[in-house]
C-alpha cells in the first residue's frame, strides 16, 4: 500500500516550474470561452517559470497544495487592493489543476489563506470572481462568501463584470 503525502505550505523558488504549469492548465480550463483567446493567452504566457520565481523570491505570497512534489494548485494572497472595502486581506486568486478540482482541495487552500491572513494582522478578507466564472461564483457562495461590490475588467475589448466577495 502506498500512501500519498498532501501539504499546503507557502511556495519556494524550486516550485516555480510546477507553479506555471498548474498556472497554465487551471486559467486555460477556467477561462477559455469567458476571455477572449488572445488575452487569455497572453496572460498565461506572461506568468512562465521565471515570472512564478521572481515572484516568490521578491516576497510575494504564495500557498501551494502539494501533492508528492507536485504543486496540485496555489494562492496568491496579501493586503486588500481596494481601499474602499473594509477589509485588510485578499487573495488575489486561488486555483487548482483540473484533475484536482471537486475533491475538497481549494476548500482547504482557501481556508490556510485565510488563517496566513488572519495571522499576520489582516482582518477581514475579499476576493473578487468573474461573474462568468459560474466555478469560482459557486465556490465562493458556498464558503460562505457575502456579495459586497461589483467592478469591471476589460479584455481585448471586452468588458466583464466581477463581484467581490467578503468575510469577516
Known amino acids: 500500500m502506498s500512501t500519498t503525502s498532501i501539504d499546503i505550505r507557502r511556495a519556494e523558488p524550486a516550485d516555480a516550474p510546477s507553479i506555471a504549469d498548474t498556472h497554465q492548465l487551471s486559467w486555460r480550463q477556467a477561462y477559455t470561452g469567458v476571455l477572449p483567446w488572445k488575452a487569455l493567452d497572453s496572460m498565461v504566457r506572461r506568468r512562465d517559470e521565471a515570472w512564478w520565481e521572481r515572484a516568490i523570491r521578491q516576497s510575494t505570497r504564495v500557498l501551494v497544495v502539494?501533492?508528492?512534489g507536485l504543486v496540485a494548485g496555489y494562492a496568491t494572497l496579501g493586503r486588500n487592493r481596494v481601499k474602499a472595502l473594509p477589509f485588510g486581506g485578499e487573495i488575489y486568486e486561488i486555483y487548482l489543476r483540473?484533475?484536482?478540482?471537486?475533491?475538497?482541495?481549494?476548500t482547504h487552500l482557501f481556508l490556510a489563506a485565510r488563517r496566513d491572513l488572519k495571522q499576520s494582522g489582516q482582518k477581514g478578507l475579499v476576493v473578487w470572481a468573474l461573474e462568468a466564472n459560474d466555478m469560482a461564483?459557486?465556490?465562493y457562495t458556498n464558503a460562505g462568501g457575502r456579495d459586497v461590490a461589483e467592478g469591471y475588467e476589460t479584455f481585448d475589448g471586452q468588458t466583464l463584470k466581477k463581484i467581490a466577495f467578503a468575510w469577516d
Open 66 to 68: 502539494d501533492i508528492d
Open 98 to 106: 483540473p484533475e484536482y478540482q471537486g475533491v475538497g482541495l481549494g
Open 137 to 139: 461564483m459557486e465556490f
